[in-house]
């Protein structure tokens, strides 16, 4: 309860904050003229009330003019100590939290001099009243306290924005993130789906084509052909399902694994089965890959091999994986009429895109001897052990 009051305090409109001191300062300024008085002692007229009033009030703007509150403070004070004989008070309260605002909000040049006219005035004001080094020394005191705790005020503030400043930039920068985060993953998704969509879809076209030309020659073939077609068609919906459901919020969809190397021997079956020729050598020290590397070598033989069937008119294409020392080299060559694919292509685009995700590099262009289109992809491999 307490620390919510606090916090309302605290977060109330300053000019309400400044009244509620104003009253306060008022009410402590009133003890001394309703306290029983001794004879001897200065009586406590609505005069010198009026005065000492008058020089509390001036605080409700302390924020707004700093430097005009504590002179007037000051120069009422001055008033009511040479020409009304009142009730004195134990501390100069309105004083105080006045330097005190001047040393929280005020630079370090207007400081400087409220400093050299504060002591000045309260160097008069002693010799008027007193003269001694006690009373000196104790208000050089207080008003040192005063203008310490605002300065302690301001370093802390400067502080708390310094943080707050620091938490919006974090927060900027988190959303930056998260949003760079997103558009990579719909990119990646959209590689994905292209992948899957394009390699199916040509594989499909290239079998349907093929299918009546085989029912009229070699029947046992069309049989095999719309198989493919079934079986192909069948493939790409199970990958998208799996991708698609990933997506969904509403449940939790199971992950299959991403395709891999181990993957390619049928994905180069599925190929052959539409009639291109496709040898498939895999040389070096083979060993272990990272999932997430093994899934792109399974992407860029597909879409390699998906683009010699779409546009090399190619009749037969070598896909090679060299092994070398921290890296792996990906080559699919074909002997058609090259290039495999349009230089600016979204397939030709994603291949490289996805050798760059490795730290590797994408190479296209005439095959040996200038003949046919080859795709070459060198990765930077991390050995994980020895593969079978």
Known sequence: MIRAFRDGIRDADPRWQDLGLTLLVQLAVTMPFVVPRSPDLPPATWASYAMTTAAVLPL?????????????????????????????????????????????????????????????????????????????????????????????????????????????????????????????????????????????????IVQAEAGPVAVRRAPERAEAAFEAIAETGRDAMAQLRAMLGVLRSDEAAPRSPQPGIAGLAELVDRVRAGGLRVSYERTGAVRELPAALEATVHRVVQEALTNVVKHAGAAAADVTLVHGPGTLTVTVTDDGRGPGGAPGGHGLIGIRERAAAHGGTAWTGPGPGGRGFSVRVELVTSPLGVGN
Do not use: K
Not at 62 to 70: E, I, M, N
Not at 89 to 104: D, K, R, S, W
Not at 113 to 119: H, P
């Open 60 to 204: 409700a703007w302390r924020r707004r003019a700093p430097v005009g509150v504590l002179a007037a403070i000051l120069v009422i004070g001055g008033i009511y100590q040479v020409a009304v004989d009142g009730p004195g008070q134990p501390l100069p309260y309105a004083g105080l939290i006045a330097f005190y605002t001047v040393a929280v909000q005020c630079t370090s040049r207007v400081r400087a001099a409220v400093v050299l006219a504060s002591l000045a005035v309260v160097a008069l004001s002693m010799r008027w009243e007193t003269g001694t080094a006690r009373e000196l020394l104790f208000t050089l005191f207080v008003s040192a306290a005063a203008y310490a705790l605002g300065r302690l005020q301001h370093t802390r503030q400067a502080y708390t924005a310094a943080v707050e400043a620091r938490a919006v930039e974090l927060e900027r920068v988190n959303r930056i993130e998260a949003e760079q985060a997103a558009a990579r993953e719909r990119a990646r998704i959209a590689r994905e789906m292209h992948d899957i969509l394009s390699h199916a879809v040509s594989i499909m």
